[in-house]
C-alpha cells in the first residue's frame, strides 16, 4: 500500500510539473493509468484496483465513478473468447467473473485531458480453486497476456 501511495505521489508530482512548466508551444505529454474496476460486485473506479483504502467499493477513488456498459464489456468477452488459450480455460471449468477497463488518461501541456479505455482485465473463476487473468488489447482485439493462479488445499486431521 505504501508503494502505492509513492507511485501515485510520484506521478502527481510529474502532472504538477508538467503543468507548471508547461507552455501554448510544449508537446510535453504526462500519462496515468487508472484501474476502472466492474464486475458482479461492484462497478466503480479504483486507482488501484484490487486495493481497498483509496476508496474501495462504499467510495468513489479518487477518480469518481465510472460506468462501464454493457457493449465495451461484451466486446471484450468476445476478444477473449477468441483465443485459443481462453477457450482452454473455458474448456476446463473456468466462468468469466468480471471486465475491468484500464484507462489511459492523458493531459496535454494545454490542459486537455483525453481518457480511453485500450485495454482491459477480464477475470476468470474456476471453483474455489482457480483464477485467470486475461490482458485483452481493446484497439488490437487480441489477448495479450495470461495470468493463471490456483490454489491447492491439503487437509489434515
Same mark, same amino acid.
Given at each position: 500500500?505504501?508503494? $502505492?501511495?509513492?507511485?501515485? $505521489?510520484?506521478?502527481?508530482?510529474?502532472? &504538477? #510539473?508538467?503543468?507548471?512548466?508547461?507552455?501554448?508551444?510544449?508537446?510535453?505529454?504526462?500519462?496515468?493509468?487508472?484501474?476502472?474496476?466492474?464486475?458482479? &460486485?461492484?462497478?466503480?473506479?479504483?486507482?488501484?484496483?484490487?486495493?481497498?483504502?483509496?476508496?474501495? +467499493?462504499?467510495? /468513489? /477513488?479518487? /477518480?469518481?465513478f465510472i460506468t462501464v456498459?454493457?457493449?465495451?464489456?461484451?466486446? =471484450?468477452?468476445?476478444?477473449?473468447?477468441?483465443?485459443?488459450? =481462453?477457450?482452454?480455460?473455458?474448456?476446463?471449468?473456468?466462468?468469466?467473473?468480471?471486465? +475491468?477497463?484500464?484507462?489511459?488518461?492523458?493531459?496535454?501541456?494545454?490542459?486537455? =485531458?483525453? #481518457?480511453?479505455?485500450?485495454?482491459?482485465?477480464?477475470? #476468470?473463476?474456476?471453483?474455489?480453486? /482457480?483464477? $485467470?487473468?486475461?490482458?485483452?488489447?481493446?484497439?488490437?482485439?487480441?489477448?495479450?497476456?495470461?495470468?493463471?493462479?490456483?490454489?491447492?488445499?491439503?487437509?489434515?486431521?
Open positions: 500500500m505504501i508503494s $502505492a501511495v509513492l507511485v501515485l $505521489a510520484v506521478l502527481s508530482g510529474i502532472a &504538477y #510539473m508538467a503543468y507548471a512548466n508547461g507552455s501554448t508551444n510544449s508537446t510535453s505529454t504526462v500519462t496515468n493509468t487508472t484501474c476502472a474496476c466492474s464486475d458482479q &460486485y461492484y462497478n466503480e473506479t479504483r486507482p488501484f484496483c484490487g486495493r481497498r483504502g483509496f476508496g474501495g +467499493r462504499n467510495g /468513489g /477513488g479518487l /477518480g469518481g456498459s454493457q457493449g465495451f464489456k461484451d466486446n =471484450v468477452i468476445n476478444i477473449a473468447k477468441s483465443d485459443s488459450d =481462453v477457450q482452454n480455460l473455458l474448456a476446463e471449468g473456468y466462468n468469466i467473473t468480471g471486465v +475491468r477497463p484500464i484507462i489511459s488518461t492523458t493531459v496535454e501541456a494545454d490542459g486537455t =485531458v483525453t #481518457m480511453k479505455a485500450t485495454t482491459a482485465i477480464v477475470t #476468470m473463476t474456476q471453483n474455489t480453486t /482457480g483464477r $485467470a487473468f486475461v490482458w485483452v488489447n481493446v484497439e488490437q482485439a487480441k489477448v495479450t497476456r495470461i495470468e493463471i493462479l490456483s490454489i491447492t488445499v491439503i487437509e489434515k486431521s
